[in-house]
């Protein structure tokens, strides 16, 4: 949805660096923040998706017509299901991390595809995908396979 992790502190009236040290693993998600922040982000038009026999579960904009020509909104997504930060993302796509914020903060004035490739194919040897528009429905990120397949454990939902 384009929210920092300040953002989203002050949208639930959170302690700062709460977002922070949720995504870092060391606070635990509870049943009730979970469902508010799956209520606010399906508010906002984010649907989650189950799993089907040969992809895992995901998110994706539940209608189309988002213009992400980059994939910008979905790579935060798509980087809480293969639970790296942009740090990591970065070395493993060999792309610099000051890269991955620029984008995701849509601060930047030109984007390298080549980048834009090796961020695609490094969130792939996690088994993450992102998925295309159709008439139906908005792009999204999801599971290439079953998370228990891949040795994974979280879902979507809790993304």
């Known amino acids: 949805m384009g929210y920092t992790q300040t ?3 002050k949208l639930f009236k959170l302690k700062s660096r709460s977002v922070y040290t949720l995504e870092a693993g ?9 469902y508010l922040l799956k209520e606010k982000y399906e508010e906002e038009g984010v649907e989650f998706t189950d799993a089907g026999s040969d992809f895992g579960p995901g998110i994706r904009w539940r209608v189309p017509g988002r213009k992400d020509p980059y994939k910008r909104l979905m790579l935060p997504g798509a980087r ?15 792309v610099d991390q000051k890269f991955i914020a620029r984008l995701e903060l849509d601060d ?14 490094a969130l792939r040897t996690r088994n993450v995908e992102f998925t295309a528009e159709t008439t139906s429905f908005g792009a999204g990120v999801r599971w290439i396979k079953n998370p228990s397949v891949a040795g994974q454990s979280q879902s979507a939902s809790e993304c």
């Open 7 to 9: 953002g989203i502190e």
């Open 26 to 34: 060391r606070y635990k998600l509870t049943p009730r923040f979970a």
């Open 80 to 94: 809480g299901l293969a639970n790296l930060s942009q740090a990591q993302l970065g070395k493993i796509a060999d």
């Open 108 to 121: 930047f004035d030109g984007v390298s595809q080549v980048k834009l490739d090796r961020l695609e194919n």
